[in-house]
C-alpha cells in the first residue's frame, strides 16, 4: 500500500509539473530527489494525504519557479538532499493539518459573534452609555466600533456583534471599563474588510498621492487587512492610517513581503509605540535576547517562495518559552518590561510568548524611536549552543 502511494504521489508531481508549461520536465536527479522526499517520511492517508500531496506540489512549484532553486532541484547530485528537503515537506504538512485542525475545532466551539450578557437592570444604562463606549473604543484602538444588536434571553439580555471566534463575557455592576478592555482585546476581530476599505479611503481624499500609488502598485485590500490585523493583535492603535499606509507603499515597492511590511509599519509607528510602552518619558525598560538564541531561530529559517518560516522543534520551543518566563518572573514588572530582538525574529518571538506572557511587549531594535534610551535590565541566553537529543534536556542554560 505504502509503495503504490509512494508511486502515485511521484506520477503525480510529474503530471503536475508538466501540466504546467513554465516548469521543466523530470530528470535523473529529480528522481532520485523525489524518492528520497518520500522515503524520508510515511506518506499520510486519507485527508492528511491530500495535504501532503498539495504541500509537495506548492514547494516544487516555488522552488522551480527560481532559476537558483530549479537548477539545484534538477541538477542535485549529493545524497541526502532529498532527505533533507523531505523531512521540512513533512514538518510543513503536519503545521498546515494542525492550523486545519485549530481552526476547524475553534469554528465549533465559538460562535461568530461577541456575546455579552447583562441583568436587565443595565440594560438603560448601557444604551445610555453605548457613545461613550464606542468614543472610548475608538480612541484606543482607532476605528469606529460596530453598532450591536440586542437580544432578549430567560434572564437576561444579550449584547451581539459580529467580530468572529470570541467567547460570551457577563457584565457585572460595575461594567463600563471591563467592557471597553473586553472589546479592544479583542478588536481584531471587530475589523472587517469593509472597515479597512473606509479607513484607506480616507487617507485616499486626505492624501491624493498616497492613493495614486496604491493605484499604482495594485496594492490588495487584504495586505492592508492583514498588517492592521496583526498591529491590534499586538496592541497597536491604528490611528496614524497615513503614516501606516505611506510605510506600507515604500516597503511594498522594494519586497511584497507580509512579514516585511509589518517590520515597516512598526518602525513608522515607532514613536507612538515607544510612547504607549515607556516605563517613564523617554525610558525604555527591558529584557535583550541574546546571540545564541537569536541564532537558533537563524538556523531554523525557511524560504517557501517569498514565505519566512521558522522551523523550530517543539523542545526548542519550550526552553525558549522557559528561560524568558524565568527572566520576567524574576523581575519588577510593574513599570512594564519590553523584551527587545532582531527585528527579523520578532513576530515569531511573540507568537511563541503569546499564551504563557500575553502582555508582555515584544520590540526589534529599530523600533526604538531615537527620542528613547534603552535600559536593559538582563540578557536572556544559552551559555553554550544548547545539543538536543531525544528528551534530553540542554545543559549549560544561562537566564542572566
Known sequence: MLLESNFTLTTRIHRFMADNNNLPQSSDALDRTLNEILASELVLDGRNGQILQSTVEGVVSDLLSDSQFRNKLLGE???????????????????????????????????????????????????????????????????????????????????????????????????????????????????????????????????????????????????????????????????????????????????????????????????????????RPGLLRGIRVGQRMEEMFADSLRYIGSEQVFALSSQQKALIVGLIKQAVEKLDTSEGLIIFTNHRIRSELRALLRKELPNIIVMSESEVHRGFQVEIRAVVDFKDAPIFAGDTEADGVLSF
Open 77 to 279: 547530485t549529493k545524497v541526502g538532499f532529498g532527505m533533507a528537503l523531505g523531512k521540512f515537506l513533512a514538518w510543513k504538512a503536519w503545521t498546515e493539518i494542525e492550523k486545519s485542525d485549530k481552526r476547524k475545532a475553534a469554528s465549533k466551539a465559538r460562535p461568530n459573534t461577541i456575546v455579552i450578557t447583562m441583568p436587565q437592570c443595565h440594560l438603560s444604562d448601557v444604551k445610555r452609555r453605548w457613545p461613550s463606549v464606542k468614543s472610548a473604543f475608538k480612541d484606543r484602538v482607532g476605528f469606529a466600533l460596530p453598532e450591536p444588536t440586542l437580544e432578549r434571553g430567560d434572564e437576561h439580555w444579550t449584547l451581539g456583534m459580529r467580530g468572529g471566534l470570541i467567547e460570551q463575557r457577563k457584565l457585572d455592576e460595575d461594567w463600563f471599563s471591563p467592557l471597553v478592555d473586553f472589546l479592544v482585546e479583542h478588536s481584531p476581530r471587530l475589523l472587517s474588510l469593509g472597515l479597512v476599505k473606509q479607513l484607506v479611503d480616507g487617507v485616499r481624499q486626505t492624501e491624493p498621492v498616497i492613493g495614486e500609488e496604491l493605484e499604482r502598485l495594485r496594492l490588495p485590500i487584504t495586505i492592508i487587512y492583514r498588517v492592521l490585523e496583526s498591529l491590534l493583535q499586538e496592541g497597536v492603535p491604528i490611528h496614524e492610517m497615513e503614516t501606516i499606509l505611506t510605510a506600507i507603499v515604500l516597503q511594498w515597492d522594494q519586497a511584497p513581503d507580509r512579514q516585511q511590511l509589518l517590520t515597516a509599519v512598526r518602525t513608522a509607528l515607532s514613536p507612538w509605540i515607544c510612547k504607549s510602552v515607556q516605563s
